[in-house]
């Protein structure tokens, strides 16, 4: 048995049927020369006989894309199969894919017809497809529920008939991997002519599945994998190709695809963003957070050696690099590496210091981005040698109220202690500043920024005072918009000192 795993990506005919997730040609286009690029074997393109739009659409993609085999869906009905060949004319190589359900309740409730006649129906299919195109690909339709021995002769029939590929789906999901994995396997033990075709795994998601059933299947003798990116598709969707493809990379198993792993990720934003359908942030490969982590032990471990919590390569799926997503679990290590690759060195006292106001904030905000650890690094640099320092602040504030704001500043070693009034917190917080400071000043600029506009974010405030015909300038940040406006105005008054 060949040990490569054939790829049949189905994301545009089972995972366009979907709702919410049809695509317009040119999209279309679009995403079978992506998964080309990918390196899928076969592209499921659509099913030419359900409307004019899908047959276009298959004639298209055959123009567009000339490596992997293009395979247009079918009943096995002869006017499907007719206009499926004429759809696929372009292709340079084409396949039909046809089928009949199989399962007890689709023979009897949906076909209302019986085992033996449903045998005659699929070798007239197979044989009508067969006359258009060599390569032939049967589908038994719920064959997750077909008992195996009816589902043996059907396939065994089909082979007989010309099949060059018989797909095994579990339509409905029902299957656990065990069951699934067994029925491939009695398969390949008992219909005779078993080696002249390969078997096909289709799993749907229902209970959650799909990857799992697929790798049985593989892992039982089936040697290709009907998937769609992201496992879009009908209902709880299909095999998501990125899981079995990773899977399938990630463990020794002696089989392999030829899917240019590197090319995951963007394949699967492509589909997220024309399908209007983001994945999940803890979806398996492609979530936002498959490679972050951000508890403190976590990234401790990573930090040390990837390999202690990753079992993939970020790298090996298009993902940069694995994301140490700081928050208030976070432990000092991870902030330091972070702080690092941020180019400053923080080392005993000032990490201790820059620790402790991350803890702080990372309580305030969910997650401490770039742009706040910038701020927390150089607020903590610039401490050290601030000739002033607020070491209190309080503000009392509100409808029917006279403002009224009461200010601890440390001056060279000095504490001194105010209370001013004002407009509103930040005048009346500055009126106190200035009848500390003694000097006259006048404030010039009083700029306020939100770093990302969130009501948790970081407010960030500059300021410009002048004093004796000097110009200083003052930063301040912090959650509390009134704490950093009297932080700028201090980091500007220290300036006077200095
Ligand atoms: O799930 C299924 O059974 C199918 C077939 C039409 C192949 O999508
Ligand atoms: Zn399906």
Do not use: W
Not at 222 to 244: D, F, I, S, Y
């Amino acid at each position: 048995m060949s040990n490569k795993v054939f790829i049949f990506d189905t994301t545009l005919r089972d995972g366009e049927q979907a709702p919410g997730n049809q695509l317009n040609m040119v999209e279309k286009i679009e995403v079978a020369k992506a998964l080309e690029e990918l390196g899928v074997d076969i592209i499921e393109a659509g099913f030419p006989i359900s409307s004019p739009e899908d047959f276009k659409s298959v004639e298209e993609i055959s123009k567009a894309v000339s490596r992997p085999i293009i395979c247009g869906l079918t009943r096995a009905v002869k006017k499907d199969i007719e206009v499926a060949a004429d759809a696929l004319k372009f292709a340079k190589r084409a396949r039909i894919h046809t089928g009949i359900g199989t399962s007890f309740y689709h023979i009897n409730y949906k076909l209302k017809s019986n085992q033996d006649e449903i045998i005659l129906r699929a070798i007239d299919a197979v044989k009508y497809a067969k006359s258009f195109v060599e390569d032939v690909e049967f589908y038994c339709e719920d064959a997750g529920r077909t008992e195996n021995e009816y589902l043996a002769r059907v396939v065994e029939a089909v082979i007989k008939a010309g099949a060059t590929v018989v797909n095994i789906p579990d339509t409905t999901g029902y299957c656990l991997p065990h069951e699934y994995g067994a029925k491939i396997k009695y398969l390949i033990d008992n219909v005779s002519n078993v080696d002249r075709a390969i078997l096909s795994t289709h799993c749907h998601n229902d209970l959650g599945m799909a990857t799992a059933n697929s790798i049985s299947g593989v892992l039982n003798g089936a040697r290709q994998v009907e998937v769609t990116m992201n496992g879009v598709g009908e209902r709880a969707g299909n095999t998501a190709l990125e899981e079995v493809v990773m899977a399938i990379k990630s463990h020794k198993l002696g089989i392999h695809t030829d899917i240019v792993s590197p090319k995951i990720l963007n394949t699967s934003r492509l589909i997220q963003r024309l399908m209007k359908s983001p994945v999940q942030a803890n979806k398996a490969i492609v979530g936002k957070n498959a490679f972050s982590h951000s508890s403190g032990i976590h990234q401790d471990g990573v930090l040390k050696m990837r390999e202690n919590y990753e079992i993939i390569d970020p790298k090996d799926v298009g993902v940069e690099e694995s994301s140490i997503v700081l928050t208030a679990r976070s432990g000092r290590a991870a902030l330091k590496h972070r702080v690092t690759l941020l180019g400053y060195e923080l080392k005993g006292e000032e990490l201790d210091k820059t620790y402790e106001e991350f803890l702080k904030l990372a309580d305030k905000k969910k997650e401490i981005n770039d742009e706040d650890l910038l701020v927390l690094v150089g607020k903590e640099i610039r401490r050290g040698d601030k000739a002033i320092q607020l070491e209190a602040l309080q503000v009392i504030c509100g409808k029917s109220m006279i403002p009224t704001a009461t200010v601890s500043l440390n001056i060279k070693g000095e504490v001194k202690t105010e209370t001013g009034l004002g407009d509103g917190p930040v005048d009346a917080a500055f009126s106190a500043v200035k009848k500390i400071f003694l000097k006259p000043i006048t404030l010039n600029d009083f700029l306020i920024q939100g770093f990302d506009g969130g009501s948790e974010a970081f407010g960030k405030v500059n300021v410009t005072v002048e004093c004796e015909n000097k110009t200083y300038y003052g930063f301040g940040a912090d959650t509390d918009i009134v704490t950093a406006s009297v932080e700028s105005l201090v980091d500007a008054l220290s300036k006077i000192l200095e």
